[in-house]
């Protein structure tokens, strides 16, 4: 993977831009969409989003947003102008593909995970994040926690957040529970069930730099390893996946951390995009006129 082949993607993405259903953005804007109970369906803040970030600059019925690859420590892009990384997951059918044409969504799941179980070599979290339709439906049993429970305890316990932090969190879930007892059973759960995996992430959590691909990441403060490493290595991946595509000829409309929204004139092409973002185990594939 070269710099100059990311560059090309991002000069791409960046002059291809992405294009904007503006009737029915107008509609979301006016308040005339309405739930079952006569509500508008659109929140204060999408609302915001939607007028300031994508109606203020639209340009022939597209946004431009500027993408920038390698733009933080750990390697990820960032974009900006707008940030479509915030757009409202209530209104992604507002993105539309070229007439003619679908859209593929593909994405990793659980995928920073998946990368730590890999780290880990622990065989029973690999087969979990690998093989499971839903890893932290698997994972919840072991915790004692539910599913929703289980994927904000597992991602804010990796990287680093303190037993208040936890509790916090889980608590704007369900307010009765006392979460302080139930956290430190679901971090003896982690210890107990997946030992391989605990041990390794506490051992990374001594380095004082990270290697990822051709790249060694300085540490300031200790919990910061086990998240720059997952996320540098996804990061990593990502790039190589673009890469690919535009060996191919395709580029994504919009990416995310570990998700990608490709424009492709059929079925075969999805099935393209889909092979070449098998990297961690189970994907979650969705062809249509819908950014999924």
Request: overall charge negative.
């Amino acid at each position: 993977m070269r710099k100059s082949d990311l560059d090309v993607v991002a000069a791409e993405m960046n002059s291809r831009g992405i294009r904007i259903d503006e009737e029915a953005l107008g509609r979301a804007l006016s308040g005339s969409e309405e739930n079952e109970e006569g509500n508008p369906i659109i929140g204060l803040w999408a609302l915001k989003f939607l007028k300031r970030q994508i109606k203020e600059k639209l340009v022939s019925g597209k946004v431009f947003p500027t993408w920038k690859h390698s733009a933080s420590v750990t390697g990820r892009w960032s974009v900006s102008k707008p940030c479509i990384h915030q757009f409202p997951s209530d209104h992604r059918s507002l993105v539309i593909p070229t007439d003619g044409k679908l859209f593929v969504t593909i994405d990793w799941k659980a995928a920073d995970l998946t990368q730590l179980a890999l780290y880990s070599k622990d065989e029973k979290m690999i087969a979990i994040c690998m093989d499971s339709d839903d890893p932290y439906a698997d994972l919840a049993p072991y915790l004692e926690l539910t599913r929703d429970e289980a994927k904000i305890f597992v991602l804010m316990y990796l990287y680093g957040a303190g037993r208040y932090a936890l509790r916090k969190a889980l608590s704007a879930l369900e307010k009765d529970k006392s979460y302080y007892r139930i956290i430190e059973g679901a971090i003896a759960g982690i210890n107990l069930y997946f030992s391989e995996f605990s041990n390794k992430l506490s051992k990374l959590m001594d380095n004082k730099a990270v290697s990822v691909g051709n790249r060694n990441i300085g540490i300031s403060a200790p919990y910061k390893a086990v998240s720059y490493y997952a996320q540098a290595t996804v990061a990593e991946n990502l790039n190589s996946v673009l890469c690919q595509l535009k060996d191919n000829e395709q580029f994504p409309i919009l990416h995310y951390h570990d998700e990608v929204l490709v424009e492709v004139n059929d079925i075969s092409e999805a099935d393209i995009v889909a092979d070449k973002m098998a990297v961690y185990g189970q994907i979650r594939k969705s062809v249509g006129i819908i950014w999924a």
